[in-house]
Nanobody
Framework: QVQLVESGGGSMQPGGSLRLSCVAS??????MGWFRQVPGKQREGVAS???????DYADSVKGRFTISRDNAKFTFYLQMNNLKAEDTAMYFC????????????????????WGQGTQVTVSS
């Protein structure tokens, strides 16, 4: 089973940038998603990318975040620019499972394998 490990989180002032990475333990051509969660709220889909590289973005991050993948390095990225305080959250990467029910790119139930998360804090 593929395992995922996120990195790249940290603290940043509003308007700054961070790049999150998600390394898979093995090759996967499956769709991958980035989610975020704050305490007391549901996990929110942020961006998703298909095996072919087609990306989807939540309205809240469109134009500021970019999702990408490097299949040769088994790595997925989330470039976050113009960060806002409301982007503060624990960020998780996840991948789908072949044959699993598809509920849409931003529904957590579409994904089967999750990383442990990396914290992003945006404050002045």
């Amino acid at each position: 089973q593929v395992q995922l490990v996120e990195s790249g989180g940290g603290s940043m002032q509003p308007g700054g940038s961070l790049r999150l990475s998600c390394v898979a333990s093995g090759f996967t051509y499956r769709r991958m998603g980035w989610f975020r969660q704050v305490p007391g709220k549901q996990r929110e889909g942020v961006a998703s990318i298909s095996g072919a590289g087609v990306a989807d973005y939540a309205d809240s991050v469109k134009g500021r975040f970019t999702i990408s993948r490097d299949n040769a390095k088994f790595t997925f990225y989330l470039q976050m620019n113009n960060l806002k305080a409301e982007d503060t959250a624990m960020y998780f990467c996840a991948i789908t499972e072949t044959g699993a029910t598809w509920y849409g790119p931003f529904n957590p139930n579409s994904y089967r394998t999750w990383g442990q998360g990396t914290q992003v804090t945006v404050s002045s």
